[in-house]
Structure formats: structure tokens, C-alpha cells
């Protein structure tokens, strides 16, 4: 399974666009993104509208292959608002067995198997060269701690993509909560923890409010009645 966080970037000049052009070409993401559901790609979809600079909608792709996410991002692209929308950001990776977890808890999986939280963070993760230079049970004990961390804030939610050999960064990791509050002391708290020395890059990190595509392109300026979630 393969996981694709795109961070898209609207046209300005779209905006000017006369209304019922704007309308059609809504009509015509919509349709584009139905289709995709169809093909056996999950999305998750987050407004950035005013929180991201140079972003305006977040979105999160499950797909059995990276050839369904090359097909996803074709449709989206092709034609009508999609055509507007420029990829300022992409992370990639695949969903493996943690080596340093024997089962995975809920919390672990639930961006996978449960219903979407209010509140979707995402970001490329790269650890540093020393950290794969230590010993198997040095490293264990480390992930130990921030695993017991990250078990204290049951209301966030976590899903771990490996990167390896797809994307620059090592890891994709994405988080979704309907507390904000919890998951800022959470990333206050991980900071103190050993884990943190072997971290080499964590940006840029990408909040996102969770729409569905109507109420996205409604906020973007062009309200279509009828159109799929």
C-alpha cells in the first residue's frame, strides 16, 4: 500500500475567472476525483486556504500502487480546476511493518481503517545518518520512549509511510485530531525525548482543516450544488 501527501498550489489568476467558467471547471475536479474513488484510490481531503503559504488544499492518497497514484494525479490534472492546481509539494512512501513494533495499536492504524479526524498534519522525516549507524537494541530502546510518548495522547492519530528509495526523505508521517491542543503538547513533549537528537529534517509541515472536495471548492469561489464528496 502507498501513501502520497500532496500539498497543491491554486492559479491566482482563476479567481478572475468569469463565475460560470469557475463553476464548470468545479464541476469538472469533482468528476475527475469521483472517478478516482472509483479506481480504488482513498483521499483524504483538508483545506490550507489562509494557513499555508502558497497552499490551498492538503491532500492525503492511499493507493494499492504507485502507478494508481500516477493515474489519480493525471485525472486531477487534465482538465477544468485541476488544471489550475500546481503540485508545490509531494511526499511518497509505502506502508510497511514497523521493525520496532510487534503489533500495531489503533492508533497506529486508524488513519487507514477508521473515519478521518477534524484536523490532518503532515510532513517528510529524516533521520540522520548516526541514527542507522547504532545497534539494533540501542535504537529499540530509544523508539521506546517516543512510542511511550505517543501513547499518552490517545486523540492523535498517527500513519508511518516509509520513503526509502521512492523520495528524498526517509519517511512520511501524517497525523489527524480533532485536538490541536493535545497534539502541540505532544510535539512539545517528543522534543525532550532521545529520540529527538537523531532527527535531521521534519519540513515543512502542512496543517490541514478537513473538507470535503465541494466545500473546498466552494471556499475557492465556486459553489456547485450536487457535487460528490
Avoid at 57 to 75: H, K, N, Q, T, Y
Avoid at 175 to 191: K, N, P, Q, S
Avoid at 200 to 214: A, E, F, I, K, N
Wanted: charged content about 25%; some cysteine.
Amino acid at each position: 500500500m502507498f501513501v502520497q501527501a500532496l500539498g497543491l498550489a491554486l492559479d491566482p489568476a482563476w479567481r478572475r475567472c468569469p463565475a460560470p467558467a469557475r463553476a464548470a471547471d468545479a464541476r469538472a475536479l469533482l468528476a475527475a476525483e469521483a472517478s478516482t474513488d472509483a479506481a480504488g484510490v482513498r483521499t483524504l481531503t483538508c483545506s490550507t486556504i489562509g494557513l499555508e503559504p502558497g497552499v490551498e488544499v492538503l491532500l492525503l492518497r492511499i493507493a494499492p500502487s504507485v502507478d494508481a497514484l500516477e493515474e489519480a494525479g493525471a485525472r486531477l490534472h487534465r482538465d477544468g480546476l485541476g488544471a489550475w492546481l500546481g503540485v508545490r509539494h509531494s511526499f511518497i512512501g509505502r506502508v510497511v511493518p514497523s521493525q520496532y513494533v510487534k503489533k500495531p495499536t489503533d492508533q497506529e492504524r486508524s488513519l487507514l481503517d477508521g473515519d478521518p479526524k477534524r484536523y490532518l498534519v503532515v510532513y517528510p522525516f529524516t533521520k540522520s545518518a548516526d541514527w542507522y549507524l547504532l545497534g539494533r537494541e540501542a535504537r529499540q530502546g530509544i523508539m521506546n520512549e517516543h512510542m511511550r510518548v505517543g501513547h499518552g495522547y490517545p486523540q492523535v492519530r498517527q500513519l508511518l509511510a516509509s520513503s526509502f528509495g521512492l523520495d528524498d526523505q526517509d519517511f512520511v508521517v501524517a497525523y489527524d485530531t480533532d485536538d490541536l491542543d493535545a497534539f502541540g503538547d505532544l510535539v512539545r513533549e517528543l522534543r525532550g525525548t532521545e529520540s529527538r537528537r537523531s532527527t535531521l529534517s521534519d519540513r515543512p509541515l502542512l496543517l490541514g482543516v478537513r473538507r470535503t472536495w465541494p466545500e473546498i471548492v466552494a471556499a475557492l469561489g465556486a459553489p456547485v450544488e450536487g457535487g460528490a464528496a
